[in-house]
């Protein structure tokens, strides 16, 4: 049983995607991503020297600020800053740079939709920009579930509305892109196969979110590609963040 999505797409099917590096010539790194007609930019500043208090002086400091496209920052955008950080800190080596702080902002240009993992996608290309050291890649996906039950990838802002729940989930990108060969492993399980976060709202049964959880990692892999084939593109420049 196939979903009728109002702009055409499959329900596996993700908008196009953009991204650019190197576009904030203040910034040590930057990045722009879109999905379809969500656009965030993200810049990251630093590293600084000192930490912010109640940080472990002895590890590296991120601190995530988020720009809403218009207002004040609220509860929600409180949350996103908040995942958002965490997952950076997971994928980040805070060890090479002991007390000293990152700075990683995000400016939300257009919502239309699966608005943090686009977040999180250009965050994790700017701190590459940046030449921050980072374990690996992560590459984040929305997938929601319809009052029918179905599951649907990459929702715009009028699907995301009408479904009852829905799981932002974050991957590793694909070890043989990012990694040497003798792969790590994540708790045992290799580290593709592992997850960075899942954060769900709504209510959704055990079966949907695994089901979430299967279609979100197949659609990582495309993520991954796009991801490989960027930097490709754009080298990066390792010297930035010295």
């Not at 596996?12 to 650019?20: D, G, K, V």
């Not at 708790?187 to 089901?211: A, K, L, W």
């Amino acid at each position: 049983m196939e979903v009728d999505r109002e702009d055409g797409r499959s329900q596996n099917q993700l908008r196009p995607l953009a991204c650019s590096r190197s576009i904030l010539h203040r910034a040590h790194g930057s990045a722009s991503w879109s999905q379809g007609d969500t656009k965030v930019l993200a810049a990251v500043y630093g590293p600084r020297a000192g930490t912010k208090k109640n940080e472990n002086p002895e590890k590296a400091c991120i601190e995530v600020i988020w720009k809403p496209k218009t207002g004040q920052i609220g509860k929600l955008e409180k949350e996103y800053e908040m995942i958002l950080k965490r997952t950076l800190q997971s994928i980040c080596i805070l060890t090479v740079n002991p007390n000293t702080t990152t700075s990683v902002m995000i400016q939300v240009v257009n919502d239309d939709g699966a608005l943090l993992p686009s977040a999180i996608n250009a965050a994790c290309m700017a701190l590459v920009d940046a030449g921050i050291p980072m374990r690996h890649l992560a590459v984040a996906i929305c997938c929601c579930v319809a009052r029918s039950g179905l599951v649907i990838l990459d929702p715009t802002k009028l699907e995301e509305q009408k479904m009852k729940a829905f799981a932002y989930l974050v991957f590793p990108n694909l070890v043989h892109s990012v990694l040497p060969e003798g792969s790590p492993s994540v708790q045992g399980e290799p580290i593709e196969n592992g997850i960075i976060t899942s954060v769900t709202h709504g209510t959704m049964s055990v079966d949907d979110y695994f089901y979430c959880l299967e279609r979100g990692r197949a659609a990582s892999t495309k993520l991954s590609d796009f991801l490989r084939r960027n930097l490709q593109q754009q080298p990066t420049n390792s010297s930035k963040a010295g």
